[in-house]
């Protein structure tokens, strides 16, 4: 071997210990630009060049200087930016320029290289999955060839770099996600928490560590796994103790894709029992097995032990339903009740049958009759202790009375046909239900065994009743559930009339993922949504929660539908668990008369007109927040006429086993058209009794309308005393100004002007409490007119300085054409303001 | 956070520079005025607040500037504003004749040299 081979072969193995230097502080991630800085001294060393540089695509699509040796600042800023591939080349091969004085494709940067003192220059291109990150450069102050082997080197290097450029974006992706998640984890009422594979706590929130009965999630999160579980005792549903191998986290960690169960546990040293209504799905790892368990946990203790006490009532009721007779069992209450009577009548042979039940403020109302107009029958109303029935009632005896003209008698029915009656009490364990009772024209019409057989059916009846009633507690319960989550009741809103309806399925203790929200925006715009969580993982009511409270967020920093939908969509895609929801959020201006909306995969939105006609909003249609990663999300905007009426809803008020989704589009649009005319919370309760099966109900059913309330000929506000209250005014006014024709310029005096106006009723109502302002404009000829109210007097000089209103007068007399100011004890001061409008 | 405004640091070497975009109201403008003076710097001779993206502004906002640069003035220091003519709230500032109470200039560049201006001819402080 000669020297020079040796000493070749030396250098070459300096090469690699510094290549593998470079992949191993890439490994060791430490930070991008200590890796750019590495990675251009590696490279100048190992190919052997003079001066060497690297660069990096900015967000731009722009090259910049990350790391160089031997450049001066000039050159870098003259020749930053070029590139000798196109931005979008997915395979860019190394530009070798051997000598600049004899190439042309450089000849405009031919000066400043040569100036520089370079002779001959390379580019190595940097390249990722997604295609160009950058470039590396190499300098020869002379010119230079490189070999094969020179070039495979530096690209090498140029792959190492690549692959820290990719981890730094995906590590900031990762963060924001994380971030986003962090803060709707802290948002929920449920309990979460993470497991790993070794049951150790990797996650926890305030909620969780509250349950778990930890100060905290950080003092959960640094105790000892089995000093977390050690605190309990953990039983089944029935009290016996469970193995910890039948925890959700467990099973899901040990290879279920979900599990969910009712956990009964007693802390240590405490004798009340608590419940836990537990739910976990699986993170897979890299290897595809599961390498965390989520587990969402919320605390049903109150629930449970309502369900407890209706639970052992049922034990009861369905060992005497199987004495019961078959026949008796109908579907609902009311056929069952009225069968019953059927029953009766034609066996005592009486002329009507009537049930009436314990309704509150103890009163006896008929909930069933035949053989008695319904009309007549249904509104009767009798106290207990008063008339015939309230005396049975009251002494739960059974009773039979000969001639009911000698009587007593509450009912107009019973006085008007007369004759004979016989009549029970319905009880059930001793507790008062009812009064079920037969009459007759003729009068002695009923004997002691009428009354055996009136009582028998009187027994069942009262099963039958109390069974329906503990379902529905059930039902309710589940829906109380839900509807915890879901606003009950809208603060009035200037502008608009909002109600919304939320009826959970039939099948009572399922609880379902419809959700809606309604909120103002703060600038007098409300944002309204309706969604559908569909899908499995972590379940739908605290999936629920999370996208209502990313939708809030994400509303107060950017209020448009597209961009909210788009982060919610990024958020789903990269949270755990395979859920994703249909959703519409729409935006709506009263004052501008607009909806500004976007769809994702929901039911499209219906809109009446004043004349009752319905329309869908069929336009910026998307796939549902979650199901594709990087969906698009298109919003579009719609004219509202004045008065008009938005109607969102949820799939379960369409969807139907029987008759084609158009068929059912058509009902709801007839239903609605019918209901025009009514009030918002009518109107949801008008279309769900044309729509929904009450018997069979298979979906929840959610439902949110909004009717525009703001007059199309004048504005009117009443709004809080409150800074906060200003916005909502500019609002307003903007909306309402460029309908009558203003421009930009009348636009935005207004604002000014108006502004001033209350915002002098504001700094004066501070400290005296509650008040409020009154704004009207109305469109007269050539102009507009606006007056505002409050109950005070005008202040020109604000106590606590030199006329600080000063500047607000001085504006308001430029602004506006006219400007009176009046003041009177009783009607305190009104600001009028006339301003001519598009002149 | 103050809400509904957005501020971000401009690059200059001399003076601190802040471009404040978004809506000034009395429901903000204490906020606004702790944010901004946040951003000086103590060796700063002043701030130049851009104001071509201020959307809208109105008594509680002017009165804002004038607090703002009576503050700074006890620190030694100048405040001065670049309102360009096509600014949304150019006609508001000049109807109070804004350019009395506080230095408004047609660009940043103009501003910031205003201040370099007065600090050279500023006494320096024994």
Redesign the interface.
């Known amino acids: 071997m000669t020297e020079i081979s040796a000493a070749t072969s030396e250098s070459d193995r300096h090469a690699l210990e510094a290549l593998y230097e470079l992949t191993a502080a890439v490994a060791r991630a430490v930070a991008l630009e200590d890796v750019c800085r590495e990675a251009v001294r590696v490279i100048r060393s190992a190919v052997g060049v003079d001066r060497a540089a690297l660069l990096i695509v900015d967000e731009g699509g722009v090259m910049r200087f990350r790391a160089w040796e031997g450049l001066s600042d000039t050159y870098r800023a003259r020749t930053e930016g070029h590139s000798p591939w196109a931005t979008d080349e997915t395979s860019p091969m190394p530009v070798v320029i051997e000598d600049i004085s004899e190439d042309e494709s450089l000849a405009e940067l031919r000066d400043i290289v040569t100036e520089e003192g370079i002779a001959a220059l390379t580019f190595i291109p940097i390249v990722g999955p997604g295609g160009l990150l950058g470039k590396f450069m190499l300098y020869s102050d002379s010119p230079r060839v490189f070999a094969d082997d020179e070039l495979m080197l530096a690209s090498m290097i140029a792959a190492s770099v690549a692959v820290a450029i990719g981890r730094r974006e995906i590590e900031a992706r990762l963060r924001a996600s994380r971030d986003q998640l962090a803060a709707i984890f802290s948002a929920v009422a449920d309990g979460i928490t993470v497991l790993d594979r070794g049951g150790r706590f990797v996650l926890a929130n305030d909620a969780a560590a509250k349950l778990c009965g930890f100060e905290d999630a950080k003092e959960m999160l640094s105790a000892p796994p089995d000093l977390v579980i050690e605190r309990f005792q953990i039983l089944d549903e029935d009290g016996e103790p469970l193995d910890l191998d039948a925890l959700p986290a467990r099973r899901v960690l040990a290879g279920e894709p979900y599990a969910e169960r009712v956990v009964r546990y007693r802390r240590h040293g405490d004798d009340d029992d608590r419940w836990s209504h537990v739910k976990a799905a699986p993170v897979p790892g890299p290897d595809d097995e599961p390498e965390f368990a989520v587990n969402v946990f919320r605390d049903i203790t109150n629930e449970r032990r309502e369900h407890e006490r209706s639970q052992l009532a049922f034990t009861r009721i369905s060992r005497l339903e199987r004495l019961a007779d078959a026949a008796l069992r109908a579907s609902t209450l009311d056929e069952l009740l009225e069968e019953l009577l059927v029953v009766v009548r034609s066996l005592l042979g009486s002329d009507r049958a009537t049930m009436l039940l314990l309704g509150p403020g103890n009163e006896l109302i008929a909930r069933a009759a035949v053989g008695i107009d319904p009309d007549v029958a249904y509104g009767v109303r009798v106290p207990v202790g008063e008339g015939i029935a309230g005396t049975i009632a009251a002494t739960r005896a059974p009773t039979i009375i000969d001639d009911l003209s000698k009587e007593e008698v509450v009912s107009a029915y019973l006085r008007e046909h007369g004759g004979s009656l016989a009549g029970v009490p319905l009880l059930f364990q001793n507790r008062l239900l009812g009064v079920m009772h037969v009459s007759s024209d003729e009068t002695s019409a009923f004997d002691a065994e009428d009354l055996e057989y009136l009582k028998l059916a009187a027994e069942r009846a009262a099963i039958a009743i109390e069974q329906t009633r503990i379902f529905e507690r059930e039902r309710d319960i589940a829906a109380a559930l839900q509807q915890s989550l879901l606003p009950e009741h809208f603060p009035p809103l200037p502008g608009v009339v909002l109600a919304a309806s939320y009826l959970p399925a039939s099948d009572g203790a399922r609880v379902g993922g419809d959700w809606y929200d309604a909120f103002p925006l703060g600038d007098g715009r409300i944002l309204v949504a309706i969604g559908d969580i569909v899908g499995h993982g972590i379940q739908a009511a605290s999936a629920m929660g999370q996208v209502r409270n990313a939708l809030r967020a994400y509303a107060n920093e950017e209020p448009s539908p597209a961009s909210i939908f788009t982060r919610i969509n990024t958020l789903l895609s990269e949270a755990a668990g395979n859920l994703f929801c249909t959703a519409f959020c729409g935006v709506i201006d009263p004052w501008a008369r607009t909806i500004t909306y976007s769809d994702a995969g929901h039911p499209a939105t219906l809109v009446l007109n004043p004349r009752g006609e319905a329309s869908f909003l069929e336009g910026a249609r998307s796939t549902p927040l979650g199901a594709l990663r990087n969906a698009r999300y298109d919003e579009q905007t719609e004219t509202l006429e004045p008065g008009a009426i938005v109607v969102a809803y949820t799939d379960g008020l369409v969807e139907s086993r029987r008759e084609p989704i158009d068929a059912r589009l058509d009902a709801l649009a007839d239903a609605a058209s019918a209901a025009a005319n009514l009030p918002p919370a009518r109107i949801t309760e008008f279309v769900e009794s044309k729509l929904v099966d009450d018997g069979e109900r298979e979906d929840d059913v959610a439902m949110i309308v909004v009717q525009l309330t703001a007059s199309p000929d004048e504005l009117r506000l009443r709004l809080p005393a409150e ?2 209250s ?2 909502v005014v ?1 609002g307003a006014l903007d909306g309402y100004t460029r309908r009558i024709g203003g421009s930009d ?1 009348d636009v ?2 207004l ?2 002007a108006c ?2 106006a209350c ?1 002098n009723v ?2 004066h109502a501070y400290g005296t409490g509650t008040g409020a302002i009154r704004l009207k404009a109305a469109a007269t000829d050539g102009g507009v007119v606006i007056s505002v109210t409050d109950a005070g007097r005008w202040r020109e000089h604000h106590p606590r300085g030199a006329s ?2 000063g ?2 007068l ?2 308001m007399r ?2 506006v054409d006219d400007v009176e100011i009046t003041t009177s004890e009783t009607a305190g001061t009104e600001v009028r303001l006339f301003r001519r409008i598009g002149g | 956070l103050v809400q509904r405004i957005t501020l971000d640091p401009l690059a200059n070497d001399s003076v601190d520079v802040m471009r404040l975009g978004g809506e000034v109201d009395l429901g903000n403008s204490r906020d606004v005025a702790e944010a901004l003076l946040d951003h000086v710097s103590e060796d700063s001779p002043g701030l130049v607040i851009d104001l071509s993206g201020l959307r809208y502004v109105d008594s509680a906002g002017i009165r804002l500037f004038v607090e703002l640069s009576e503050r700074l003035r006890r620190n030694r220091q100048t405040l001065a504003l670049a309102v360009p003519s096509d600014a949304p709230i150019h006609r508001t500032l000049s109807i109070v004749k804004m350019e009395l109470l506080v230095p408004v200039h047609e660009s940043v560049e103009d501003a910031v040299e205003d201040i370099a201006t007065r600090s050279d001819s500023r006494p320096t402080v024994p």
């Open positions: 800074p906060d200003l916005r500019r310029e935005l005096d604002k000014v502004c001033e915002s504001i700094e600080r209103r500047h607000g001085t504006l430029a602004l």
